[in-house]
C-alpha cells in the first residue's frame, strides 16, 4: 500500500479505479519521407476518420444541447474537405517530402494565422476552428486521439494539474474524484469538485505516478490523503467510512423546504454558484433558493468559436425558465487571467491576473459585449433573471456600462423584441477599489456581490493559482473582512442588497461574521447549500453579533 499526502479542496471517500488524464504529444516533429504518395493516402484516411468522428459528435451534441449548438460539428467537417486546405497539406507532402502530421500541423497555423489577421470578425472567427480539425487530424495520424478521460466506468481522475478548459469537456458522471501532482485550492479543478460534491485533493506532489494507472485507490477528501493498493484493512475501513457520510448527506436532505433562519429570527438567502445548464440539476437536488452566480464565460470555454446571440439566449433562456421564478444572477463573460480561450487571441501578459480581463475586454470589444446582454435581456422576459458584471474598479465603468445596455434596449424596443425593463443591474465587489468607493458605486447599481477569491487575491498581493503561495494565502485576513463589512455597509446605506458569490461564502467559519455584517445572500456551490442551511439555523446572530464584528 503506498499513501500520498496533498491538501484536501472537498471532504468525502471515493474509492475506484485510477484513471490519468491523457494529453496528446507536443510539438510535431518534421520528417523526411521518400514515399509521399502513401503520406497522402495515410492524410486522407486520417481526414476521413476525423470527419466520421465529427459527424458522431453531432449526433451527441444534437441530443444533448439541441441542433443549434451542435453545428459546428457540421462546419468542421465541411472545412475538413476544404479543397484549399486539403491542396495546401498535399502540396507541402509532395514538394517538401514531409510527413503527414508536420504537414498538417504546419498548414494549420498558416491557414489560422491568415484567418485571425482579416478584418471581418467571422472570418477571424474560423481560425481557431481550422486549428482544431488540424489538431484532431494529427492526433489520428500520431495515434494520440484518445486524449483526455478515456474509460467507460467511473474513476478516480488523477493529473498533474486542469485547465479550465479541460475541466469542462469532461463527462462528469465518468469522475468520482480528481486528484492532482499541483494546484490551487483556488484552482477551477477545485471549484468544479465542489460544484460537483465529489471529494478532491490537489498538491499530492510527484508521488502521484502514472505507474498507479489502473490500480485500486481511496480519496479522503477531508484530510487530504490518498491510499494506493489499500489493503484488507485500510479498505474496510474506509468503506465503513464512506458510509458514514453518505449517512449525514442522508440526514442533511431532512432540511430541504426548511427556512434559512437563525435562531434569533434573522432570514438571509441561500442560493447556488454554477457554471453552465447541466448543473441545474444540482441547483434543484439541493434546494437552492435560485442562482447567486452563473458563469456564462463557460458557454465560451466550452465552445469552438464566439457563441452566438441566439445559442447564449437559448442556455439563458432555459436556465431561467427552469428556475420557475427563482433569481438567476448571470455574471457577463469573465476571461483572461487563468481562464484562457485561444479564439479570443488575448495577449500574453506578464501579469495576467491584474491584465486584460473580464470587463475590460468587454468594454473595449464592445461587438461581444452587446451580443451577450442582447441574449441576456431577451432570456429575460422568461424568468427573473439579474445581470452582473465582474472586475469593477471605477464609477465610470459603471456608466459606461449602462450607456451600452440603454444602446440595447433601444435595439430590441425597435425590433420590437420584449424583455423585463427592471432587469437589476449589479456589480461584483472584487478589486479593494471597488470596496472602497462602494458608497458610490451604491448609487448606481441595484446590488453588489462580493467575489472573495480575486479579493483576497488583490487584497493580501497573493497570486491564488499560485500553489507555492498557499501558506501565504490569507482567506480570514481581517483586511478583507473590512472591505466585505465597508461593501455591506454602504450597500444597506444606499437600499441596495449585497451578497457574496466567492468560495468564502461556504467557510462555515465564516458564517457568523457574514451574518453579523446582515449579508442578505450567500452563493455557494450546490453541494454546500444543505450543510449551510444547519449551520444558520443553529446560530444565534444575537449572542455573536458584538463578538464577531470586534474581530472585524
Not at 458522431?56 to 467537417?77: P, R, S, T
Not at 478583507?480 to 451578497?499: F, P, Q, S, T, Y
Amino acid at each position: 500500500m503506498v499513501t500520498l499526502q496533498g491538501k484536501g479542496v472537498f471532504g468525502g471517500i471515493a474509492i475506484g479505479e485510477i484513471a490519468f488524464y491523457k494529453r496528446a504529444e507536443g510539438q510535431v516533429q518534421r520528417k523526411r519521407v521518400e514515399d509521399t504518395s502513401s503520406e497522402i493516402q495515410r492524410f486522407e484516411s486520417a481526414k476521413d476518420k476525423a470527419i466520421e468522428q465529427l459527424g458522431e459528435l453531432y449526433d451527441k451534441a444534437v441530443q444533448e444541447v439541441g441542433e443549434g449548438n451542435a453545428m459546428i460539428f457540421q462546419v468542421h467537417q465541411m472545412m475538413l474537405d476544404d479543397l484549399d486546405y486539403v491542396e495546401a497539406i498535399t502540396n507541402m507532402i509532395t514538394t517538401q517530402q514531409v510527413n503527414a502530421e508536420y504537414a498538417v500541423a504546419a498548414t494549420g497555423d498558416n491557414f489560422s494565422q491568415m484567418f485571425a489577421s482579416m478584418d471581418d470578425e467571422y472570418m477571424r472567427g474560423r481560425a481557431a476552428d481550422v486549428k482544431d480539425i488540424s489538431e484532431r487530424v494529427v492526433s489520428i495520424l500520431s495515434g494520440n486521439e484518445n486524449s483526455g478521460l478515456v474509460t467507460d466506468k467511473p474513476v478516480i481522475l488523477a493529473a498533474d494539474d486542469l485547465a479550465p478548459s479541460e475541466t469542462v469537456q469532461l463527462e462528469k458522471d465518468k469522475v468520482l474524484s480528481f486528484i492532482t501532482q499541483g494546484g490551487s485550492t483556488n484552482s477551477h479543478t477545485a471549484i468544479l469538485a465542489r460544484t460537483m460534491n465529489i471529494p478532491a485533493i490537489i498538491g499530492a506532489g510527484s508521488g502521484l505516478s502514472e505507474e498507479y494507472e489502473g490500480k485500486l485507490g481511496i480519496v479522503d477528501g477531508a484530510e487530504g490523503l490518498i491510499y494506493v493498493d489499500p489493503d484488507e484493512e485500510t479498505l474496510t475501513k474506509y468503506q465503513e467510512k464512506q458510509k458514514e457520510y453518505q449517512g449525514k448527506q442522508e440526514l442533511l436532505q431532512q432540511l430541504k423546504g426548511e427556512e434559512n433562519i437563525t435562531l434569533d429570527g434573522q432570514k438571509i438567502k441561500v442560493y447556488a454558484n454554477i457554471g453552465n445548464a447541466s448543473d441545474i440539476g444540482a441547483v434543484m437536488q439541493n434546494d437552492a433558493g435560485g442562482i447567486g452566480l452563473f458563469r456564462s464565460e463557460f458557454l465560451y470555454l466550452e465552445s469552438d468559436n464566439y457563441p452566438t446571440e441566439e445559442e447564449q439566449f437559448k442556455v439563458y433562456r432555459y436556465v431561467a425558465e427552469t428556475m420557475a421564478g427563482k433569481m438567476v444572477v448571470i455574471r457577463t463573460l469573465d476571461i483572461g487571467a487563468d481562464k484562457q480561450i485561444d479564439y479570443f487571441n488575448l495577449p500574453k501578459e506578464e501579469n495576467p491576473a491584474l491584465g486584460y480581463r473580464a470587463i475590460r475586454i468587454c468594454l473595449t470589444q464592445h461587438d461581444i459585449f452587446k451580443t451577450q446582454l442582447r441574449a441576456l435581456f431577451r432570456a429575460s422576459a422568461f424568468g427573473n433573471i439579474a445581470i452582473m458584471f465582474p472586475m469593477i474598479v471605477a464609477v465610470e465603468e459603471v456608466l459606461e456600462i449602462k450607456e451600452i445596455v440603454a444602446e440595447v434596449k433601444a435595439e430590441l424596443d425597435e425590433a420590437g423584441i420584449p424583455y423585463n425593463k427592471d432587469t437589476q443591474l449589479g456589480i461584483m465587489i472584487e478589486t479593494p477599489a471597488a470596496a472602497i468607493i462602494s458608497d458610490e458605486l451604491a448609487r448606481e447599481v441595484d446590488f453588489f456581490s462580493v467575489g472573495t477569491n480575486d479579493l483576497t487575491q488583490y487584497t493580501t498581493a497573493v497570486d491564488r493559482q499560485n500553489a507555492n503561495l498557499d501558506k501565504f494565502y490569507y482567506p480570514h485576513h481581517k483586511a478583507l473582512l473590512r472591505l466585505i463589512k465597508m461593501a455591506a455597509d454602504n450597500a444597506h446605506k444606499n437600499g441596495i442588497w449585497i451578497g457574496i458569490c466567492g468560495e468564502l461564502g461556504a467557510d462555515m467559519e465564516l458564517t457568523e461574521t457574514f451574518l453579523s455584517m446582515g449579508i442578505d445572500e450567500l452563493s455557494v456551490s450546490p453541494a454546500c447549500i444543505l450543510p449551510l442551511r444547519k449551520k444558520i439555523r443553529d446560530t444565534d446572530v444575537s449572542k455573536v453579533r458584538d463578538v464577531r464584528l470586534g474581530e472585524v
